[in-house]
């Protein structure tokens, strides 16, 4: 007999995954767009006092980094490019209705801006003016290994032979920039030989549509450069 295969695919995944990983945002949130858009606005006063005046992520993929720490609970975080900290906010403020009371580092090599810190139970640890290289140097010489990774700058290959220490089979690793040839994709195949060995899968960046559900409508969404690698063991089969 013949037993064809069931395809999972990044893309299928990616909508099983979002959609419940949103659900249980908006549950433990309601008010989750406005919090966001508050912090943004206030994030943006930091500006004036950057060195390096870049971009930064948008209201979706914050609701989206938010939703996946508030749906994984992962502490310790290590993040690669704070600048305003719109992402690290959305970062502990899924932490923070989930619960968790550990520590975010995060490093900005360019940058030396203080954020405004406000969550009590959720340490800020900023490595400012200091690369990838030196954060995980750090985090390796303290024995600790962080459950998820949030990557919105370039690894080199210096970063990989270091994140072999601190990268395990339950780890998450987040990409942002995850387009084309932007630096999202070069990460990914920068570690891909590291963390496919260890039973991770890609999930792709969760369709506009699924952002309905924070009333955000599916054309102001003109895109959202996110991905990430998760432990295969994540996936479970449930009878109803």
């Known amino acids: 007999m013949y037993h064809p295969k069931i395809r999972l695919?990044?893309?299928?995944?990616?909508?099983?995954?979002?959609?419940?990983?949103?659900i249980n945002a908006i549950s433990i949130t309601p008010n989750i767009v406005a919090e966001i858009q508050e912090y943004k606005i206030k994030a943006d006063k930091l500006r004036t006092q950057a060195d390096y005046n870049t971009g930064s992520i948008n209201l979706v993929s914050s609701l989206t980094l938010f939703a996946l720490t508030a749906y994984f609970k992962p502490e310790p975080i290590a993040e690669v490019g704070t600048f305003i900290g719109n992402s690290t906010n959305a970062i502990a403020k899924g932490m923070q209705v989930s619960g968790s009371k550990g520590n975010i580092y995060t490093c900005d090599y360019s940058n030396d801006i203080t954020l405004d810190w406000n969550y009590e139970h959720i340490g800020l640890h900023q490595f400012k003016k200091q690369?990838?290289?030196?954060?995980?140097?750090?985090?390796?010489?303290n024995d600790i290994k962080p459950d998820m990774f949030f990557l919105d700058g370039r690894v080199t290959p210096n970063d990989v032979g270091i994140l072999k220490d601190l990268i395990r089979t339950d780890s998450i690793i987040a990409f942002d920039d995850f387009e084309g040839m932007e630096k999202?994709?070069?990460?990914l195949f920068q570690l891909y030989d590291l963390v496919a060995p260890m039973g991770q899968i890609l999930v792709n960046s969760p369709m506009p549509k699924l952002f309905g559900i924070f009333n955000i409508p599916e054309v102001a969404i003109t895109t959202l450069p996110f991905a990430m690698m998760v432990p295969i063991k994540s996936l479970q089969y449930f009878r109803q």
């Open 184 to 187: 999202g994709v070069a990460n």
């Open 131 to 141: 690369s990838s290289e030196q954060l995980f140097t750090q985090l390796k010489n």
């Open 9 to 22: 695919t990044p893309t299928n995944l990616s909508f099983l995954f979002w959609d419940q990983a949103f």
